[in-house]
């Protein structure tokens, strides 16, 4: 005999609202979020080399061959220096340009100071043809350092979230070893940053270098140079072999030299001091030379950048990072410091880059304009403003090269001369901004850059390595000085400083002198040369140098009017400009062409014989292979393994047997990352609950698409008991239901981007929900406890539900997101999602969020949300309703906070309906930042605090809302919220909140894990 209890159908509704619910997230794209945009389509091939297989585009990339040259070069020198040969063929990724190389799919998050890359998948070297052939070398050199790192520490193949000892080395360790390794301890960039820290007292010691403060390139280079110097190259090999398999790099230095961190840190200070001390007796401050602009923003760790004088020298074109995060141009007035922004990376939804690495700007003859490079929609282009009002004139696209560097007016305002970067390799062109036509003014395989037009209009100054670069062995040399005549094309050397880096070149006004950067000392500073006698003055004498971010970018301008200088210098951990106006500082001392000490450019000082990385790094015949033998194949895309999660499984048994819980999944791609694989498997319950997923990606055009498979099991029980009578005796009936629910479904989603802000998502779907269930009841008597019966019955009552759904977004979204929140810009999305089959009816969503920032450091943060359920099965149970009170909508009112035991004059149901709008408005700053007072926008941690004032309103078919003039009324709340990042794992919410419509309760906290809106 056998009791059954009934059980409501409101039950299962629930268990169907969630899964639906998920469902409906599944399909979903990104929400918000900037897009990567694929704006070209590549047509790759492989060229296989002994060692490498060298994946390019050929109609852009007419080097590849030099490349192949460099790889199999930097292959035997690094197997010679590490004593290690790699264990599979290299891959190498090239692309032609940085914007070309930010369309990768290989990885994510290329930001245009990212010079290359090596991922751990399939130690794929990815990176762009950086133009200069000497930069793509060192480039390449440094990221195939990464792939012998991660090769020597057993990171090979298909690897697991088990990670190796090298994922727990410091940045410094494995970033500043490839530096070391890649450039040498000559390095007078380097050895800037290295006089200025000491000089400051602000020089960490080993252990604290994993700080952001400490830029990790510059300080690890630096450190390992001083490793290598006084305990010899081959102790690279053996320090970074003991450490990649500890994780612990501290040791790993103690082992293999003797000595603690601690004792090193102060003999490696020591040794710069020294290197200072050598060099502070014999140079000055920049003060003593020029007066400091734009000093009201002169603090620690500031960015003024690429100068650019007006020809009366009264107005400023500069790049700086002053406004929060961005790095943008602006035109400040030299007398007063009061400025204009001219460009807005951050919100424009086109403009990419500024260039800011390599390029400035220039103004024509009269002052009234000025003229920047950009890349636009992933083309390179000018962008010419009225220097007055900032308004952009014109915008012009210049499609048939790869990127544009520094361009200068000509005299008469019609011509621009500027680099170009196409196929790999930097030349000068001149282009007509009337006719627009573009004319090319040198064509070879070596670098001409910042090129710069006399006042007289016929000649064109510039810095080239053509004259002491060697092709034919790809030796590449130090840049010289170079004129090239307008009419003729014909090319002359300027003759500076022999085998020193000679840059940016300006003339005088009388068209007969030259200044430029030198560094023939080890330190970078301002010279003049005669064209025709060349005599060679020298006009700064700094401690520190005249430099840009990069050792090559622009730092030099003069007016051509006046005569002023204005120049960048690396102090106080960052770059600031002076200005030089003074006729006895404007003509310098004379200089002398043997009179060159480079001590100042070493990293360290040192007594060790074995100098192995300085020997290799000098010879350029070693592992040169002929270019002849080279062979070239299709790319063919074939998918192979690239992560295993680690399996979990665990298992038990209980009054429904065995069962088990546990998976894995796996990712596989192809080497360009275009077709991505995902494949799971999980067990939840029995062997009879087993889902899997399998989701096919490709992303080898603009438009993206994806298709899922899916089977999920989802196990729910329900518990139910009482008293009954059977046979005239009182008896205990417990009865357990347990509903299995199993959902087989197709998913296809589409993302087309247009522009890096805004998107077009498309998604569509069906799911058939299937039910089983089981019913267990256990009798007792009531009398003497004895068993009556136990008994299991397994029955199907429920409907399958099929469910279809097609989504459609328009995404924009140019904010700036700060490690909590978004700090500045708007974003919003606008999404209709209709859904058939099983249940009709149609789900709208409008979002809309605005950042806004009235003072520094403050962002005033607004959103405005509708969602709604409209349509014949918008008011279904099976939906279930939309809740109001999760703490991402109105903080106060979260289901947790109210008492079943306790009821209150609240009515609950004023937060459920199906359709709900909310409103939300939230100071936001960072406290410590504000409190510390330092460079350091956040202060010593990402924490942020936030005043808000959150509204919304629930209602449906049968309770309008107040706005409409029904009975439903909105619920508010106001508080305090403070926003913690941790490590980059979670944001943690604490919110001190008092929910105004609720009397059972005042001021409340209220705990929870997500960003801000």
């Not at 293999?256 to 401050?285: A, C, M, R, Y």
């Not at 979670?986 to 801000?1012: C, K, T």
């Amino acid at each position: 005999m056998k009791t059954n209890i009934n059980w409501k159908s409101g039950i299962v509704m629930v268990l169907l609202a969630v899964t639906f619910g998920s469902f409906i997230n599944t399909a979903d794209a990104q929400y918000f979020g900037r897009n990567r945009v694929q704006y070209n389509s590549f047509d790759f091939q492989v060229m296989k080399t002994e060692h490498f297989d060298i994946y390019f585009y050929p109609e852009k990339q007419t080097v590849v061959k030099e490349i192949a040259v460099m790889a199999e070069r930097w292959y035997a020198r690094l197997s010679k220096i590490l004593n290690h040969e790699l264990s599979s063929r290299q891959p190498l990724i090239l692309y032609a340009s940085h914007p070309d190389f930010q369309q990768t799919n290989v990885v994510r998050g290329i930001s245009e100071g990212t010079g290359g890359v090596t991922e751990a998948f399939k130690r794929r070297i990815v990176m762009p043809l950086a133009g200069p052939l000497a930069q793509t070398d060192h480039v390449l050199g440094h990221e195939l350092v990464h792939a012998f790192q991660y090769d020597m520490a057993g990171v090979r193949g298909p690897i697991s979230s088990a990670s190796a000892g090298m994922f727990r080395l410091p940045l410094w360790f494995v970033e500043g070893m490839a530096e070391y390794l890649s450039v040498g301890a000559y390095d007078p960039h380097t050895a800037m940053w290295m006089r200025e820290a000491v000089d400051g007292d602000k020089f960490p010691t080993i252990s604290k270098l994993n700080s952001p403060r400490y830029f990790p390139y510059r300080y690890g280079q630096a450190l390992w140079a001083f490793i290598a110097a006084n305990y010899g190259d081959d102790k690279v090999e053996k320090i970074f072999r003991e450490a990649s398999t500890s994780g612990n790099a501290e040791e790993a230095i103690w082992k293999w030299t003797g000595i603690g961190v601690d004792s090193l840190s102060v003999l490696w200070k020591n040794s710069l001091v020294e290197l200072k001390k050598s060099v502070k007796k014999e140079t000055f401050k920049a003060t003593e030379y020029g007066e400091l602009l734009l000093d009201d923003d002169a603090k620690e760790g500031s960015i003024k950048l690429s100068p650019s004088l007006s020809p009366r020298g009264d107005k400023l074109l500069y790049i700086t990072t002053s406004d929060l995060f961005t790095i943008d141009y602006y035109i400040a007035d030299v007398h007063t410091g009061n400025r204009k922004k001219l460009t807005q990376t951050l919100v424009d939804p086109h403009l990419q880059s500024i260039q800011f690495l390599y390029s400035s700007g220039s103004w024509t003859a009269d002052g009234e304009q000025v003229i920047i490079g950009v890349i636009v929609n992933g083309n390179p282009g000018l962008h010419i403003y009225d220097a007055e009002t900032t308004e952009l004139l014109k915008e012009i696209a210049i499609p048939s090269l790869d990127e544009i560097y520094s361009p200068s007016w000509s005299p008469d305002g019609e011509t621009v001369v500027f680099t170009g970067l196409d196929g790999g390799v930097t030349d000068l062109y001149l282009f007509n901004t009337t006719s627009e036509e573009l004319m090319p003014l040198t064509d070879d395989f070596y670098a001409d850059i910042q090129p710069v037009w006399s006042p007289d209009g016929k000649s064109i100054a510039f810095a080239t390595d053509r004259f002491t670069t060697d092709l034919d062995s790809l030796n590449f040399g130090k840049y010289s000085i170079a004129i090239v005549n307008v009419d003729s094309r014909e090319i002359k050397k300027v003759e500076p400083f022999q085998n020193a880096k000679n840059i940016n070149p300006q003339w005088a006004l009388n068209s007969k002198e030259i200044y430029f950067i030198s560094d023939k000392s080890g330190i970078s500073n301002i010279y003049k040369v005669d064209i025709e006698t060349g005599s060679l003055f020298q006009i700064t004498d700094l401690f520190s140098g005249v430099s840009g971010m990069t050792s090559q970018g622009p730092a030099l301008s003069i007016a051509q009017d006046t005569g002023k200088i204005v120049f960048s210098n690396y102090e106080n951990n960052g770059f600031h400009l002076y200005l030089i106006d003074g006729e006895k500082e404007l003509a310098g001392l004379a200089a002398h062409q043997d009179k060159a000490d480079k001590n100042a450019g070493l990293l360290s000082s040192g007594n060790s014989d074995n100098r192995m990385v300085s020997s290799l790094l000098n010879d350029y015949s070693i592992g040169l292979k002929t270019k002849d033998t080279l062979r070239i194949d299709e790319y063919r895309s074939r998918l192979s393994l690239d992560y295993i999660a680690p399996p979990t499984i665990f298992g038990g048994s209980g009054q429904f047997g065995t069962f088990f819980y546990g998976g894995t999944s796996l990712l596989w791609s192809d080497m360009l990352g275009n077709r991505n694989l995902i494949t799971s498997l999980q067990i939840s319950g029995d062997l009879k609950t087993i889902g899997t997923q399998i989701g096919y990606q490709n992303v080898s055009n603009r438009l993206n698409w994806a298709v899922i498979l899916d089977q999920t099991p989802y196990v729910y029980n329900r518990y139910a008991g009482g008293l009954v009578g059977i046979d005239n005796e009182p008896v205990y009936i417990d009865q357990e239901l347990r509903i299995k629910r199993t959902s087989r479904g197709i998913q296809g989603i589409i993302n087309y981007p247009f522009s890096a802000v805004t998107r077009l998502e498309m998604a569509t779907g069906f799911s058939r929900y299937t039910f089983s269930q089981r019913l267990r009841s256990v009798a007792t008597s009531a009398i003497d406890g004895r068993e009556i019966f136990d008994e299991e019955t397994e029955f199907s009552d429920i409907d399958p539900l099929n469910l279809g759904r097609f989504s459609l977004a328009y995404v924009y979204d140019n904010s700036l997101s700060g490690y909590t929140s978004p700090i500045l810009g708007q974003r919003y999305r606008i999404e209709v999602s209709p859904n058939y089959g099983s249940l009709q009816f149609t789900n709208l969503l409008l979002d809309y969020r605005r950042y806004v920032v009235p003072q520094k450091p403050f962002t005033l943060a607004f959103r405005a949300m509708h969602y709604g359920q409209y349509g014949r099965d918008s008011q279904s149970n099976i939906l279930g309703p939309v809740f109001i009170g999760y703490q991402p909508f109105v903080r106060g009112y979260d289901a947790g906070s109210f008492s079943r035991t306790n009821p209150t004059d609240f009515d609950f149901n004023r937060l459920l309906g199906s359709k709900m709008l909310v409103t939300n408005v939230e100071v936001r700053f960072p406290l410590l930042g504000l409190l510390t007072g330092g460079d350091s926008y956040f202060g010593p941690f990402p924490l942020e605090t936030a005043a808000f004032v959150d509204a919304g309103i629930a209602y449906d078919s049968l309770n309008d809302p107040w706005l409409l003039g029904g009975n439903r009324k909105p619920v508010r709340s106001y508080g305090l919220a403070m926003r913690l990042n941790v490590f980059g794992f979670a944001i943690v919410e604490l919110n001190y909140v008092n929910p105004i419509d609720r009397s059972d309760r005042g001021w409340m906290w209220q705990f929870g894990f997500s960003p801000g809106f």
